[in-house]
């Protein structure tokens, strides 16, 4: 079983539109959470931390549920611009402090 | 401030070729990681270091070594390439734990390796 799975995607959504991705990871000690966003052939950049009682950043909002195993990102309002890949990324100290990605979910914003 | 660097950021080489590649920071932080990301794969880990002088394998380790000579440098050595081993490979950087520090990973820009 993989340590974290997303949802495939692509997902191609209108200017304007809500989208949410969502992640599940398999290590129930797995203390600290983030979403990535990776540009085409570009390195991942942090996008925000995910913490137990959610975070907002302007359009985008974090979820964590740790007894589901479970984090989301929604993003509000979408712009080109946003178009991008998003990495699901759980890290576990217990593990000499690895951190496990997802495979990323493919969002293109369409005018 | 450079932040994070990989050297080269191409290199084809044949089947059966040696190299090295080096990752240089100077964010002064402890951990350092070499990924690699293939197609449909998602980034896994090849081996890491929790500080100078140490190392320690990760996912997909055969066929790599690394060393961690000096705190600012880790190097990933493919001792003897194979097609296999065509990758975009991507060397990442975390401080140690605190409360201002929020356990980010800084990626350098990636080197794109190709094995004929």
């Known amino acids: 079983r993989k340590e974290v799975e997303q949802d495939p995607g692509p997902f191609n959504v209108p200017e304007g539109a809500t989208v949410a991705f969502n992640c599940t990871y398999s290590?129930?000690?797995?203390?600290?959470f983030f979403w990535y966003r990776q540009d085409c052939r570009k390195e991942p950049k942090l996008l925000m931390s995910?913490?137990?009682s959610g975070n907002e950043d302007g359009r985008f909002t974090a979820q964590l549920n740790r007894a589901s195993q479970y984090i989301s990102l929604l993003i509000r309002d979408s712009k080109l611009s946003d178009s991008a890949t998003y990495l699901c990324?759980?890290?576990?100290?217990?593990?000499?402090?690895?951190?496990?990605f997802g495979t990323g979910t493919s969002l293109t914003v369409i005018p | 401030n450079a932040g994070v660097t990989q050297t080269p950021k191409f290199r084809v080489l044949k089947t059966g070729q040696s190299m090295t590649l080096l990752c240089a920071q100077d964010?002064?932080?402890?951990?350092m990681y070499w990924y690699r990301q293939d197609p449909g794969m998602g980034l896994r880990l090849i081996h890491y270091?929790?500080?100078?002088?140490?190392?320690a394998k990760g996912e997909v380790p055969d066929g790599y070594n690394v060393s961690r000579l000096k705190k600012q440098n880790f190097l990933l050595g493919l001792e003897s390439a194979a097609p296999s081993q065509t990758s975009v490979y991507f060397c990442?950087?975390?401080?140690?734990?605190?409360?201002?520090?929020?356990?980010?990973?800084?990626f350098g820009e990636g080197s794109r390796l190709t094995v004929l």
């Open positions: 990442a950087t975390r401080g140690l734990a605190g409360a201002l520090n929020t356990g980010e990973l800084f």
């Open positions: 990324v759980v890290n576990n100290w217990d593990t000499g402090n690895q951190f496990y």
């Open positions: 290590n129930s000690a797995s203390q600290s």
């Open positions: 995910v913490y137990s």
């Open positions: 964010m002064n932080h402890e951990y």
């Open positions: 270091s929790v500080g100078e002088g140490t190392t």
